[in-house]
């Protein structure tokens, strides 16, 4: 089983960047599809960004498209989401997920790291 940490998270005003960090254990990572999600008070958890196995492929809800930017690095066991341009509804914790299927990669979880976007 992979185990995943997520970091990065923290306070930022509008329109201002982020970049999440997803630090996997194991020597599987590579044979997983990532994604991150995210769950805002009182709502469900949503789908935000998904990753193949060799990164070639990318998938993003239409919300971040275009300001967010998911990668991998499977040399450092890692995958990362860069948040440009971000607004106050992308306050949410974030999730660090895998598995595999690619555009739904949620069989195992990191536990997550706050993102609060100010106005």
């Known amino acids: 089983q992979v185990q995943l940490r997520e970091s990065g998270g923290g306070l930022v005003q509008a329109g201002g960047s982020l970049r999440l960090s997803c630090a996997a254990s194991g020597r599987t990572f590579s044979s997983y599809a990532m994604g991150w999600f995210r769950q805002a008070p009182g709502k469900v958890r949503e789908f935000v960004a998904a990753?193949?196995?060799?990164?070639?492929?990318?998938h993003y809800a239409d919300s971040v498209k275009g300001r967010f930017t998911m990668s991998r690095d499977n040399a450092k066991n890692a995958v990362y989401l860069q948040m440009n341009s971000l607004k106050p509804e992308d306050t949410a914790v974030y999730y660090c997920a895998g598995g595999t299927v690619e555009a739904a990669p949620i069989d195992f979880w990191g536990q997550g790291t706050q993102v609060t976007v100010s106005s």
């Open positions: 990753i193949s196995r060799s990164g070639s492929n990318t």
